[in-house]
C-alpha cells in the first residue's frame, strides 16, 4: 500500500484525477461570450489608475535593504552574549539604518 504514495505512482495518479476537475469545473461554467468588460482591469469596483505608482526599484530596493540590514543585525545580537562590542554594533547598525534613511 505504500507504493501509492511514492511520487511517481502519486503523479500517475493526480494528473487524471486534475483533469477530470478541469474537465467537470469547464462543464459548470457554462459556455463563454465575448464582452469589452471581461478584458478590463478589475480593480475592485474602482477605476485603475493611468500614472505609475512608483517608477523603477529604487524604492523597493531601499526598504529591502533597511530591512536586511535590520534583520541580520539583529541576527547577528542576539547570538552574541552581551558584551561592550556588542553595543559598539548596536551603534554602528543604528548609524547605518540613520544614514540609510536620510540618505
Same mark, same amino acid.
Given at each position: 500500500?505504500?507504493?501509492?504514495?511514492?511520487? /511517481?505512482?502519486?503523479?500517475?495518479?493526480?494528473? /487524471?484525477?486534475?483533469?477530470?476537475?478541469?474537465?467537470?469545473?469547464?462543464?459548470?461554467?457554462? /459556455?463563454?461570450?465575448?464582452?469589452?468588460?471581461?478584458?478590463?482591469?478589475?480593480?475592485?469596483?474602482?477605476?485603475? /489608475?493611468?500614472?505609475?505608482?512608483?517608477?523603477?526599484?529604487?524604492?523597493?530596493?531601499?526598504?529591502?535593504?533597511?530591512?536586511?540590514?535590520?534583520?541580520?543585525?539583529?541576527?547577528?545580537?542576539?547570538?552574541?552574549?552581551?558584551?561592550?562590542?556588542?553595543?559598539?554594533?548596536?551603534?554602528?547598525?543604528?548609524?547605518?539604518?540613520?544614514?540609510?534613511?536620510?540618505?
Amino acid at each position: 500500500m505504500g507504493f501509492l504514495v511514492s511520487p /511517481p505512482v502519486a503523479f500517475l495518479i493526480y494528473i /487524471p484525477l486534475v483533469l477530470l476537475i478541469l474537465w467537470a469545473g469547464r462543464q459548470l461554467a457554462g /459556455p463563454a461570450e465575448e464582452s469589452p468588460r471581461k478584458s478590463e482591469t478589475y480593480g475592485s469596483g474602482e477605476e485603475a /489608475p493611468n500614472y505609475m505608482a512608483a517608477p523603477g526599484y529604487r524604492p523597493f530596493f531601499l526598504v529591502a535593504l533597511f530591512f536586511a540590514i535590520l534583520h541580520l543585525g539583529m541576527l547577528v545580537l542576539g547570538l552574541s552574549d552581551f558584551s561592550h562590542t556588542s553595543a559598539i554594533y548596536i551603534a554602528g547598525l543604528a548609524i547605518g539604518l540613520v544614514a540609510l534613511l536620510l540618505g
